[in-house]
Nanobody, 124 residues
C-alpha cells in the first residue's frame, strides 16, 4: 500500500531553519507532481509549495516565497522542503501530498495520497 511519511519537524526559534522530508513507500511517485501544505490550529489546510514530476517547475505561496525551497530525490522517492528564516506564523502541521492529474497545485482537493503530517513550531 502506498504511503507518505513526513519527518524533520520540530520546535525552533524565529530565524532558524528546518528541512522537512517526505518519503514515499509502496510505490514510486516519480511521475507525479508533489505538493506541501500546512494547517495551523483552527485554520484550513493551505498550499505551501509544489514541484512538477520532472523537478523543473516549482510553485510557492507568496507567504513563503524566497524562504522555502522544494527539492526531490527521485532515486530515493523523497521530496524535501527546506525552510529558512522561519517565522512564528509558519507554525503548523506540514503535510506532503501527491497531485493527481493536471489540476492546479494550490487546491488540496487535487491531491490523492497524503502523509500524516509533521509539526513545526516557531517561537519568537
Amino acid at each position: 500500500q502506498a504511503q507518505l511519511v513526513e519527518s524533520g519537524g520540530g520546535s525552533v526559534q524565529a530565524g532558524d531553519s528546518l528541512r522537512l522530508s517526505c518519503a514515499a513507500s509502496g510505490r514510486t511517485f516519480s511521475a507525479y507532481d508533489m505538493g506541501w501544505f500546512r494547517q495551523a490550529p483552527g485554520k484550513e489546510r493551505v498550499f505551501v509549495g509544489g514541484m512538477s514530476y520532472s523537478g523543473t517547475r516549482t510553485y510557492y505561496a507568496d507567504s513563503v516565497k524566497g524562504r522555502f525551497t522544494i527539492s526531490r530525490d527521485t532515486a530515493k522517492n523523497t521530496v524535501h522542503l527546506q525552510m529558512n528564516s522561519l517565522k512564528p506564523e509558519d507554525t503548523a502541521v506540514y503535510y506532503c501530498a501527491v497531485k493527481l492529474g493536471m489540476q492546479v497545485y494550490s487546491d488540496p482537493g487535487n491531491y490523492g495520497y497524503w502523509g500524516q503530517g509533521t509539526q513545526v513550531t516557531v517561537s519568537s
